[in-house]
Nanobody
Framework: QVQLVESGGGLVEAGGSLTLSCVVY????????MGWFRQAPGKDREFVAA????????GYADSVKGRFTISRDNAKNTVFLQMNSLKPEDMADYYC?????????????????WGQGTQVTVSS
């Protein structure tokens, strides 16, 4: 059984920064490709960023390129999302996801395991 637990969400002013973390629990730490998605109220879940097992390559949504950075620490079974220059439109519930294939995909249906989400609120 694999469980993903996110943390690090909160309230931040526009222009500020937050770092989200996602810890993967389970009997084995498989070479998952890890992704972050987000869902704002009334909107579909959208891809934010992803990283393969080795840490490279990474992939980003155009809306966050240059502002967000995804990274992972396999020794700690953890993936991070560093979010800088946050905008009100970044406000959403952020979800960590894992897929058992080693390539990056931007589609939520390609990810097998999901966390419960952490809320990010950006005040303008």
């Amino acid at each position: 059984q694999v469980q993903l637990v996110e943390s690090g969400g909160g309230l931040v002013e526009a222009g500020g920064s937050l770092t989200l973390s996602c810890v993967v629990y389970g009997r084995t730490w498989n070479p998952f490709t890890m992704g972050w998605f987000r869902q704002a109220p009334g909107k579909d879940r959208e891809f934010v960023a992803a990283v393969v097992w080795t840490g490279s390559p990474t992939g980003y949504a155009d809306s966050v390129k240059g502002r967000f950075t995804i990274s992972r620490d396999n020794a700690k079974n953890t993936v991070f999302l560093q979010m800088n220059s946050l905008k009100p439109e970044d406000m959403a519930d952020y979800y960590c996801a894992a897929r058992t294939y080693t390539n990056i995909t931007y589609y939520a249906n390609d990810y097998l395991y999901w966390g419960q989400g952490t809320q990010v609120t950006v005040s303008s």
